[in-house]
């Protein structure tokens, strides 16, 4: 295993990043914001990075978190069969972090597709997770559930969804070289925070940094990766029996609240929080998503934790 640890980036404290590799041999660039606490999974966004998370990267925040760069993602290798980008693929790669941490159990959180992750993982290796935060996501048939705002039938929401992710596919090598050459300034960050796709509460620095990391990937190989996770079914809830909390984005184009909390109610132990934001809460409310994911530390064997 091979360690760095990076300079921050303004507004974020320093992430030291090192390599684990998952069952199938593909290399991952893990991640960790070494702080004193109880660990936490986090299974990110789709080709997300840390920097979304400026709440969870202060080293007083409490909570050790430790999770990995997607395969082909911000230094992940891409794996030699490139159809190895399943949500068992993925599952694996979060089994392969935790193992190479030395976790047995904790609790898992997800954001976005990170969401169908944690509850593959939570169905498929009940005895390594403690218990559930799904932020800005749902468990499973992700794409049905977009345009939640719109009130788009979900047999239409897939279908149109699903379809532009393959469309993006097909252009994605001529799209790379234009979005990797866009000037991410402050002009650029404002007009994406105030876009409705995202929310003005986002940091212009934290979404500069988490922006321009997430631009580095080229869009057909995040495409790819995209429909992949769209085949991933809704995941029986029955047999899921940790304490969870679901947050939602009222204003949320790519996981519907509405089935975030239709989720929560099909759980014996699911609390359900939908904030005034887009898909992008981790940036827009990093204090409140912190303090949930305090409260569901509390709720588990962390007693201590306030």
Not at 113 to 119: A, D, E, H, W, Y
Request: charged share 20%; net charge negative; glycine share 8%.
């Amino acid at each position: 295993m091979t360690a760095q640890t990076v300079a921050a980036p303004t507004a974020v404290p320093r992430v030291r990043f090192y390599d684990v590799y998952s069952a199938d041999g593909t290399r991952l660039r893990a991640w960790s914001n070494d702080a004193e606490g109880p660990t936490v999974l986090l299974c990110n966004g789709l080709g997300t990075n840390p920097y979304a998370w400026p709440a969870l990267l202060s080293p007083g925040c409490g909570v050790r978190v430790i999770s990995w760069n997607h395969r082909g993602v911000g230094g992940s290798e891409r794996p030699a069969d490139r159809d190895r980008i399943s949500m068992d693929d993925f599952v694996d790669d979060a089994i392969a972090v935790l193992d190479d941490a030395g976790v047995d159990s904790c609790v898992v959180m997800g954001w976005s597709m990170g969401v169908n992750v944690s509850f593959e993982l939570a169905t498929l290796h009940p005895e390594r997770v403690e218990g559930l935060l799904a932020v800005a996501g749902v468990p499973g048939d992700t794409f049905s559930t977009m345009l939640g705002p719109f009130h788009v039938p979900a047999p239409v929401a897939r279908t149109l969804t699903v379809g532009s992710a393959w469309a993006m596919l097909a252009t994605g090598k001529a799209l790379s070289v234009v979005t990797k050459r866009l000037p991410w300034n402050p002009v650029t960050t404002r007009l994406l925070r105030h876009s409705g796709f995202m929310l003005p509460a986002a940091s212009d620095a934290v979404v500069r940094e988490a922006v321009r990391e997430f631009l580095t990937t080229d869009i057909d190989w995040y495409m790819r990766l995209a429909v992949h996770a769209a085949r991933h079914p809704r995941v029986s809830l029955s047999h899921i029996e940790v304490p969870t909390t679901f947050v939602s984005g009222h204003w949320d184009v790519l996981a519907g609240a509405r089935s975030m909390g239709t989720a929560a109610e099909r759980m014996a132990d699911a609390r359900v929080v939908e904030l005034r934001g887009s898909h992008f809460l981790p940036m827009e409310y990093p204090d409140e998503i912190h303090a949930e994911l305090l409260g569901l530390l509390a709720r588990t064997s962390h007693t201590s934790i306030e």
